[in-house]
């Protein structure tokens, strides 16, 4: 493990229950909004990929690690991606809050001991989706979307949660739609974000 995830973990007693681990995490660094996001987010993931007929565990996990990487605050984010060897690109640099992606991807495999490439994939990728998307990759980015980490309801709720009974795939557009829309939104478009919505539109 990285020697600076030693102080995140530093006297936390972690059990067999990743839903409690993480939850301890977050709450140890006072991120109660991301723990209880995630939560929210491992339960929606759960139900789509039941209804999606893959795994549910495997969404469960990726719901509950998803945001982890969101323990480091904006400011600190690319020096830690730094220490961590993350490949940054020119868009994270100028936009951080997009790298927490792939700080979560780190975390999740050597502070959770996680190793199924589908997760880390999946987790590595909900923010922005990626061309070429799994459907657990579409699940968790959908789910993050439906349960978003703002107060109150996103102002897409009706449209995503109709859209998503048609498929992923529109739900996905769903949300990229809403971006557009509101281009003080999009200070950066990150170039895995461009790649996925140019792939779903043209289906
Ligand atoms: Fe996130
Ligand atoms: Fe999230």
């Given at each position: 493990m990285e020697?600076i ?14 839903a ?11 991120r ?14 759960k139900?789509?990929?039941?209804q ?12 509950l690690?998803?945001d ?15 220490i961590?060897?993350?490949n ?21 495999q050597?502070i ?7 997760i880390l994939s ?8 990626k061309?070429?998307a ?7 980015f959908?789910?993050?979307?439906i349960?978003w980490?703002q ?8 449209e995503?949660e ?7 795939e ?11 829309n509101?281009s ?13 919505y140019?792939?779903l539109?043209?289906?």
């Amino acid at each position: 493990m990285e020697e600076i995830f030693g102080y995140l973990i530093k006297d936390l007693t972690f059990t067999s229950d990743l839903a409690e681990n993480s939850n301890r995490l977050l709450i140890k660094h006072n991120r109660t909004r991301i723990a209880e996001h995630s939560q929210r987010v491992a339960k929606k993931a759960k139900i789509l990929a039941r209804q999606y007929g893959i795994d549910e565990s495997l969404a469960e996990t990726a719901g509950l690690l998803h945001d982890i990487g969101g323990v480091y605050p904006n400011d600190k984010r690319i020096e830690i991606s730094k220490i961590l060897k993350i490949n940054i690109l020119p868009e994270e640099e100028e936009l951080p809050l997009i790298i927490h992606q792939k700080i979560s991807v780190i975390m999740s495999q050597q502070i959770f001991n996680i190793q199924s490439p589908d997760i880390l994939s999946a987790i590595g990728c909900h923010t922005t989706l990626k061309a070429g998307a799994s459907i657990l990759d579409k699940i968790l980015f959908v789910a993050d979307k439906i349960e978003w980490d703002q107060d109150g309801l996103p102002p897409y709720i009706n449209e995503i949660e109709r859209t998503v009974n048609i498929s992923l795939e529109l739900a996905a557009l769903t949300y990229f739609k809403y971006l557009w829309n509101d281009s003080s939104k999009l200070k950066v478009i990150h170039p895995w974000l461009a790649d996925a919505y140019s792939e779903l539109s043209k289906k």
